[in-house]
């Protein structure tokens, strides 16, 4: 399957291109946040040919591509406009929304920070061949790579700006403030500055990180107050005069000393672990990296080791740790290509373990780690005990990259035995994690019974042959999905179906079977039959802004339901009032599954008569 055929059947899950409202990548995975989340099928995108894993973490989608996801996030940015100006929903936990910043901010600038390290590391391996650091050659390949670092501010503002809705230019822009030459100059003098009779404290922003994202945010509030006094007439040119000349001086006289300071202060820390117990963050890193990855936890650590990055040139917070927990994935998914005795899974194995090794470790710990669970297990341990070498011989990364055989060089640098060390971190890993993988052992497919089925869920799939038949959860008059006012369900994106304009004000269940999701704002749900239909009920069209007002639910994931049960209600005059459509799609989402899906003619039906056949 080529990448524009992947994207295109991605996008017939998600809802389609105009329910996209972020869309990045990182090294594996499509990172993504939708409109109307209702829409977005986990469980079909995963049986994509291409698709190595999807799932949801701190409130972001994440579809696992492998190395080939670049192409296919730009495949998907040319079948249409994303449409940024929706921010995505913002009732997370609060823990789940600060990763996702993180996230956001950080990812977009790993490629350049990547590139300024690898270039470092030449530089080192070069003047160990003889390279004179005297030369042109190498002071110009030397400025190059320290532009990465120190135009720092000036990535990070666009990046946060483009995460938390303000313009993108105007941040970078006072990232450019923080960085200007005569500043620098008056920084370096070391004569007392002032501003309107205010001190402007004497900090370097150079490589810095907290301060840009604290002028970024503060800009957030005041571009919206600038819009907002704006006169239409010169608002063109009023509203960014306004931003930058509140938000300057506040950054150079508040916002970025604070953002130094607290920098100062997590340098601190990390300078306390570093020095007193080396060992133990790279052993917790190595053991439980696989968890923080799944949970989406690592994305917190960022911030603390763009800091490192910026005040000592390396970090040892994440970097060790993480590259032999990479290795132990490597080592675990070889020794299951070993063992097994299922010529699928030796297969799938063996390509695992090898990515694994240079660095790309989802398809080793969603297809085979996380997968047969004892593995799993052995990475973690391995994991810890090469870390536990790692951390007490001070091993650290010089830049960011994805850890891996590839990308060693990253732990080259002045210590000529850092990257020695670093090897036999991971040598200790692999053969630890490699050999207790093999004794835990494994459930081999070839040694059980061939389909043990997951079928012991209620839900089992029906013959094609048999007609199954879907009942009204609402009283009203169909309506052909064609004529519904949202081309997702018109041109059945997420599968055919029918819907109604209801008269009633309750949803029941139209079949017996099980809740597969309540909607967190309630304005829809996802059910499944005894007979495998899945069917999503979606009340009122763009209802998903209105965060769950007006809708009360009756039942939650998991429960089981019988035909003609109440599972949400709903004020269909208040939620008209508020300016939304009421009508209610009603789609089998597991269409392709079926031979065909047919709704009955436009008429008036009661709750509980039947609306639809699957055959």
């Known amino acids: 399957m080529n990448h524009q055929e992947l994207a295109q059947k991605i996008l017939d899950q998600v809802g ?7 869309l990045a990548n990182c090294a594996t995975r499509l990172r993504m946040n939708f409109k109307d989340e209702s829409l977005v099928h986990l469980e079909n995108i995963k049986k994509i040919n291409g698709v190595i894993g999807a799932t949801k973490k701190s409130g972001q989608y994440q579809i696992i591509i492998g190395t080939d996801v670049g192409n296919v996030c730009a495949a998907i940015k040319k079948l249409g406009q994303v449409d ?25 600038v790993i490629p350049a920070i990547t590139a300024a390290g690898m270039i470092k590391a030449m530089l080192v391996v070069c003047v160990l061949l ?26 990070l503002a666009f ?13 970078a822009m006072i990232g450019g403030v923080l960085l200007h030459p005569n500043f620098v100059a008056m920084v370096s003098a070391g004569e007392p500055i002032y501003l309107l009779g205010l001190p402007v404290k004497l900090v370097s922003y150079g490589s810095s990180v907290i ?54 202060g997590i340098a601190t820390v990390t300078d306390f672990l570093n020095v007193h117990v080396s060992w133990l963050v790279p052993t917790l890193m190595g053991a439980f990296m696989p968890l923080l990855v799944l949970t989406g936890m690592h994305w917190s650590f960022l911030p603390i080791l763009m800091t490192s990055y910026s005040t000592y040139g390396y970090e040892a917070i994440m970097g060790p740790g993480s590259l032999v927990s990479n290795i132990c994935q490597g080592g675990a998914s070889l020794s299951v290509a070993l063992k097994t005795k299922n010529k699928e899974l030796k297969q799938l194995a063996s390509s695992a373990g090898i990515t694994a090794l240079m660095g790309i470790t989802e398809p080793a710990m969603y297809g085979i780690t996380l997968k047969l669970k004892k593995p799993l297990i052995a990475v973690m341990i391995g994991g810890g005990i090469g870390g536990f070498y790692a951390g007490l011989m001070g091993v650290v990364r010089y830049t960011s990259g994805t850890p891996g055989l590839l990308s060693l060089p990253i732990f ?19 053969i630890v994690t490699f050999v207790l993988t093999w004794m835990f052992g494994f459930e081999d497919p070839a040694d059980s019974e061939i389909d043990k089925q997951e079928n012991k869920n209620v839900v ?31 041109k059945e994106i997420t599968g055919k179906g029918i819907a109604i304009d209801p008269f009633d004000n309750k949803i029941v269940a139209p079949f017996d079977g ?57 004020d269909q005059n208040a939620i008209k009032a508020a300016g939304y459509e009421c009508i209610i799609p009603i789609i089998v989402t597991n269409t392709e599954d079926y031979l065909d899906v047919i709704g009955i003619k436009e008429e008036n039906v009661e709750s509980g008569e039947q609306i639809i056949t699957v055959f």
């Not at 005297?134 to 400025?143: G, K």
């Open 514 to 570: 099980e809740v597969l999701t309540v909607f967190r704002t309630k304005h829809a749900i996802g059910l499944v039959s005894t007979e495998g239909v899945e069917l999503l009920i979606h009340i009122g069209i763009d209802t998903v802004e209105l965060e769950g007002k007006y809708f009360t639910a009756y039942v939650h994931d998991g429960d089981r339901i019988k035909k003609g049960d109440v599972l949400i209600e709903f």
């Open 16 to 22: 389609g291109i105009n329910n996209i409202t972020q």
């Open 84 to 108: 940024l100006t929706t921010t995505p929903e913002k009732k997370n936990k609060k823990i789940d929304q600060l990763m996702d910043i993180f996230a956001s901010i950080f990812t977009p």
């Open 412 to 430: 080259i640098g002045e210590n000529p035995m850092n990257i020695v060390h670093a090897c036999i971190a991971c040598i200790i890993g692999f």
């Open 460 to 490: 089992k799939k029906n013959p094609l042959s048999k007609k199954i038949a879907i009942y009204s959860p609402t009283s009203g008059k169909t309506v052909q999905l064609s004529k519904v006012n949202d081309e997702t369900f018109a």
């Open 130 to 155: 003889g390279m004179s650091k005297e030369s042109q050659v190498y002071s110009i390949i030397s400025f190059i790579a320290d532009a990465g670092f120190y135009f720092l501010p000036i990535m």
């Open 159 to 171: 990046s946060s700006a483009n995460k938390l809705g303000c313009n993108p230019y105007m941040a």
């Open 211 to 264: 301060p840009i994202i604290l002028a970024v945010w503060l800009m957030t509030y005041v571009e919206r107050f600038a819009d907002k006094i704006s006169p239409r007439p010169v608002k063109f040119f009023m509203k960014p005069v306004l931003t930058i000349l509140i938000v300057a001086p506040i950054v150079l006289i508040i916002l970025g000393p604070l953002g130094s300071y607290i920098g100062m």
